[in-house]
């Protein structure tokens, strides 16, 4: 079993109970595997394929931002010391079998979690555990409606195409500049800028990665 099969089974395990699940959520000083939200409760998942100090440390920080916390591990892998550990601090542990969750251990509520940003977009974008660091971000999101823009309007304006979308920017200048040397720079994979004149042009082609 790889981190993000696991991670899958525990997915499926959430959604089947109803949770609506974002993967690969940011939050301060880093991110959350999985966060499940039914109602106004949120619960944290870091999945591992065995427990270390970095998933005590991710679990930890995770922990302040949710009313539960819980880690995922194959079952074999939890040991008595882990158990304790989770006990004394009031973390919650999902035992993964082949293909399921066989047993949940419930943790301790946090009645005030701080503050997390979910995005629908992180509910689709990114698995959990994937191997390729892909994950949701405000900037990613930009980037992918400005691809998706150019590519249905080719040769259009770069002014135009940034009005017409959703982005992270504050305003439209600082929208246009920071798109302008992120493209120049081949950060955005698939778009390319013409001048025009005094015009820069959009153009959408191919892109292997996003």
């Not at 550990?85 to 993964?96: A, E, K, N, P, Q």
């Not at 689709?124 to 999101?141: D, I, K, Q, S, V």
Request: glycine content about 8%; overall charge positive.
């Amino acid at each position: 079993m790889t981190e993000q099969e696991l991670a899958a089974t525990v997915v499926a395990w959430l959604r089947a109970d109803e949770w609506d699940v974002y993967q690969e959520v940011e939050i301060p000083g880093g991110r959350v595997d999985i966060v499940a939200v039914r109602g106004r409760v949120r619960l944290a998942i870091e999945t591992k394929l065995g427990c270390g100090f970095k998933l005590f440390e991710q679990i930890f920080n995770a922990s302040r931002h949710a009313h539960f916390a819980s880690i995922a591990v194959p079952s074999m892998k939890i040991s008595s010391l882990a158990r304790r550990i989770c006990r004394d601090y009031g973390i919650g542990i999902l035992h993964v079998g082949a293909g399921n969750v066989s047993r949940f251990e419930d943790g301790r509520l946090n009645r005030r979690p701080l503050d997390m940003t979910l995005r629908e977009e992180q509910k689709r974008w990114g698995a959990a555990g994937n191997e390729f660091n892909m994950y949701y971000t405000a900037f990613r999101g930009t980037k992918e409606a400005l691809y998706r823009f150019a590519l249905e309007n080719q040769g259009c304006e770069l002014s135009l195409a940034l009005a017409s979308i959703q982005h992270h920017y504050s305003n439209a200048r600082s929208a246009r500049s920071s798109m302008k040397t992120w493209i120049e720079t081949g950060k955005v994979p698939g778009l390319r800028l013409e001048r025009d004149g005094k015009t820069l042009r959009l153009y959408a082609g191919r892109r292997t990665k996003f």
